[in-house]
Nanobody, 126 residues
Framework: VQLQASGGGLVQAGGSLRLSCAAS????????VAWFRRVPGNDRDFVAA????????????SVKGRYTISRDNDANNAANTVYLQMNSLEPEDTAVYYC????????????????WGQGTQVTVSS
């Protein structure tokens, strides 16, 4: 599964961005997907996750109420995409954001995800 993350950029504090995670896999709609982020010097931290059903979503505490993870799930649409809508951005949200997918697991542990995208830079200026 090849994941393509996009949508990052430079935004002022209080602004919004929407990240996208697309896959070429025809059955991507059956994968659990998560977003992680990494700041220099640190490992990747969990941000949000959504199951393949599009049901209960999970967030790290620092983004609850500001971020929303969602997905297009259409078995007939090859362009299945997972989104991360980020509102009320803060300078502390500055990081490289990665999407990750796994056919079986949905957890907050980066080691539980089998497939990773290349990352997209989000920079929030104060």
């Amino acid at each position: 599964v090849q994941l393509q993350a996009s949508g990052g950029g430079l935004v002022q504090a209080g602004g919004s961005l929407r990240l996208s995670c697309a896959a070429s896999q025809h059955d991507f709609n059956l994968y659990n997907v998560a977003w992680f982020r990494r700041v220099p010097g640190n490992d990747r931290d969990f941000v949000a996750a959504i199951p393949w059903t599009g049901g209960t979503t999970y967030y790290t505490d620092s983004v609850k109420g500001r971020y929303t993870i969602s997905r297009d799930n259409d078995a007939n649409n090859a362009a299945n995409t997972v989104y991360l809508q980020m509102n009320s951005l803060e300078p502390e949200d500055t990081a490289v954001y990665y999407c990750a997918a796994d056919r079986i697991r949905i957890t907050r542990r980066l080691t539980d995800y089998s497939y990773w995208g290349q990352g997209t830079q989000v920079t929030v200026s104060s």
